[in-house]
């Protein structure tokens, strides 16, 4: 009897350890119980970042804290990952929620579920000084033999498929650090993202690299180019999506929410803009 027993207790023991670490990412209650939050960000200021202190700072990561404490979770345990790694962390259980600002994305929305907007940006271009290629927008790409670098996992690379951009005229980054270097050394003519990280980019780049003025938004299927971002969760944390979407829709209704927002160099346009799509729109497409 006893050496029967002995197996299937061990076994029960696994399945529960293993269903203790599961309800972890995927149970409110737990992670409540057990007074942590697991956040990821991708380190790309002004959306989710960590500063020389670090301390977790941006959009993303100030109004994460916010509903924290309003879902009664008093620590929260940061990670920093390249963008491109934090869909493979939430579904490897890294962590509980990216709070990364990404864009809600149909082919996203296939891998993990997504809170509502809590924000909306729009794109960008990051050029070398004096723009000497005269490059203003995305499309040009297609046809000029340009090289532009895009960060690994950004939905800007989706945008120049769409676009018809050669394969061949697009270098891959791990992160937005390189651009800047990327950019001024001549590997790229340009680096395409947000144009909040192109602003903030442009500020570093010691006078070597600049915003692409009287940049044109991209056009793909006719109709212009905006992002909305929100936090991501893994697909069997339906009850904390829930929740942070109860508490999130509570606090974009004050003045606090939008002074987080402008304070990151977010527009008017851009918080007004966060409250026209919904997450089930944004999936579908």
């Given at each position: 009897m006893?050496?029967?027993?002995?197996?299937?207790?061990?076994?029960?023991?696994?399945?529960?350890?293993?269903?203790?670490?599961?309800?972890?990412?995927?149970?409110?209650?737990?992670?409540?119980?057990?007074?942590?939050?697991?956040?990821?960000?991708?380190?790309?200021?002004?959306?989710?970042?960590m500063d020389l202190n670090g301390e977790a700072k941006g959009a993303g990561p100030d109004v994460i804290k916010h509903i924290a404490q309003a879902l009664g979770i008093k620590k929260i345990a940061w990670t920093t990952t390249n963008f491109g790694s934090l869909i493979p962390g939430l579904q490897a259980d890294r962590?509980?929620?990216?709070?990364?600002?990404?864009?809600?994305?149909?082919?996203?929305?296939?891998?993990?579920?997504?809170?509502?907007?809590?924000?909306?940006?729009?794109?960008?271009?990051l050029v070398a000084k004096g723009n000497p290629k005269n490059i203003h927008d995305?499309?040009?790409?297609?046809?000029?033999?340009?090289?532009?670098?895009?960060?690994?996992?950004?939905?800007?690379?989706?945008?120049?498929?769409?676009?018809?951009?050669?394969?061949?005229?697009?270098?891959?980054?791990?992160n937005n650090a390189d651009a800047i270097s990327t950019v001024s050394t001549g590997r790229a003519d340009a680096y395409a993202a947000t144009s909040l990280t192109v602003g903030e980019l442009a500020a570093k780049g010691k006078g070597k690299v600049e915003a692409a003025h009287d940049f044109k938004d991209p056009v793909v299927d006719g109709q212009p180019v905006r992002s909305w971002g929100g936090f991501a969760f893994a697909q069997d944390s339906k009850n904390l999506r829930d929740a942070v979407n109860q508490e999130l829709a509570k606090f974009?209704?004050?003045?606090?929410?939008?002074?987080?927002?402008?304070?990151?160099g977010f527009s008017e346009e851009d918080t007004t803009q966060s409250f026209s799509r919904s997450t089930e729109q944004l999936c579908a497409g």
């Open positions: 006893k050496s029967v027993l002995k197996p299937c207790l061990l076994a029960m023991a696994a399945t529960c350890a293993l269903g203790l670490s599961a309800a972890h990412a995927a149970d409110l209650a737990a992670i409540q119980q057990s007074g942590t939050l697991r956040v990821a960000v991708a380190n790309e200021i002004p959306y989710g970042y962590y509980d929620v990216v709070a990364a600002e990404m864009a809600i994305l149909p082919q996203r929305c296939k891998q993990v579920i997504y809170s509502e907007p809590n924000s909306s940006y729009g794109e960008g271009l995305f499309e040009s790409f297609a046809t000029s033999g340009n090289k532009v670098a895009i960060m690994a996992g950004a939905d800007q690379l989706e945008m120049m498929q769409a676009l018809k951009v050669p394969a061949a005229q697009i270098v891959t980054l791990s974009k209704k004050t003045d606090d929410w939008k002074k987080i927002l402008h304070g990151y």
